[in-house]
Nanobody
Framework: QVQLVESGGGLVQAGGSLRLSCAASGRTFNRYAMGWFRQAPGEEREFVASISWSGSSTDYADSVKGRFTISRDNAKNTVALQMNSLKPEDTAVYSC?????????????????WGQGTQVTVSS
């Protein structure tokens, strides 16, 4: 059974940092792109960042570019999201996902597996 488990969320003040981690189990994902999405209350799911199967190519939403960094460790079947200079508008549930292709993608329908998410709250 495929399982993605996120960790590292929490409450932080504006300007602070958090590091999210996503551990995949049930199969090997090192041949597929992975991504992070977020969803705030009352809002649609929003693309945050994506990384290719090798880690050599990444893509970021304009709203997080320069502040967030996505990375992966294929040996450990994990993907991470380092979030710096956090803003109150970054508050959301963050979920990781595994794409069916090898290149970064922003499209929700191109992801096959999703985690349950971890809450990130940024206070002003």
């Amino acid at each position: 059974q495929v399982q993605l488990v996120e960790s590292g969320g929490g409450l932080v003040q504006a300007g602070g940092s958090l590091r999210l981690s996503c551990a995949a189990s049930g199969r090997t994902f090192n041949r597929y792109a992975m991504g992070w999405f977020r969803q705030a209350p009352g809002e649609e799911r929003e693309f945050v960042a994506s990384i290719s199967w090798s880690g050599s190519s990444t893509d970021y939403a304009d709203s997080v570019k320069g502040r967030f960094t996505i990375s992966r460790d294929n040996a450990k079947n994990t993907v991470a999201l380092q979030m710096n200079s956090l803003k109150p508008e970054d508050t959301a549930v963050y979920s990781c996902a595994v794409a069916r292709g090898v290149l970064p993608t922003r499209l929700v329908f191109e992801y096959d597996y999703w985690g349950q998410g971890t809450q990130v709250t940024v206070s002003s």
